[in-house]
C-alpha cells in the first residue's frame, strides 16, 4: 500500500471561482493515492457544533463559534502532515494567508494549488514566500506527497 500523508485543506468558498477550485481540488485529493483524505482537515467540514455559516451567516456574530471554529482550525493545522492552500488569484482569501502562515511557522509542508486557467496570473508576496511550491491544478491528482520538493512559481507577485 502506498504511505498517505494528510492534508489541512486550505480554500476559500466565499464566491463562484473560489467554489469550483474548491470542488475541483476535492476531486483531484479523492484520486490522489498519497492522500488520506478521510483523516485530513477539511475546515467546512469542521466547523464548531457542526454550524456551517455559509448556511446560517448570522453565526458569524456568534464569538463562541467564532473562536471554538479558529481553535478547531489551528489544531487541524497542526495535527496535518501538510499544508494545501487552494489559491485563486485576484480572489485572494484572507482566512487562507493566516493559514498558510501559521503552517509555515508550525515547519509544515506548504503547497499551493492554482486553476490552470489561471495559473501564472500574479499572486501574493505574502503567500508565495511562504510556499515551497505552487502547482496547477492539473497536477494535483498526481503529486507525491511523500516526496514533496521545492519550486518556484512561474508568475509574478505583487
Known sequence: MTKQKTVYFGAGWFTET?????????????????IDLENSYVPLQNQYKDIRVDEHPEYLH??????????????????????????????????????????????????????????????????WGVADNVIKMSELATFDFNRPKYNFYDGAVY
Open 18 to 34: 473560489q467554489n469550483k477550485a474548491y470542488k475541483d481540488a476535492m476531486s483531484a485529493l479523492n484520486a490522489n493515492p498519497t
Open 62 to 127: 456568534d464569538k463562541e463559534w467564532a473562536q471554538a471554529t479558529y481553535n478547531g482550525d489551528l489544531v487541524g493545522i497542526k495535527t496535518s502532515d501538510i499544508m494545501l492552500g487552494v489559491y485563486v488569484p485576484k480572489e485572494e482569501d484572507v482566512g487562507l494567508g493566516m493559514e498558510l502562515g501559521y503552517a509555515m511557522s508550525q515547519g509544515k509542508y506548504v503547497l499551493l494549488v492554482i486553476p490552470d486557467e489561471l495559473f501564472g496570473e500574479s499572486i501574493n508576496l505574502m503567500s
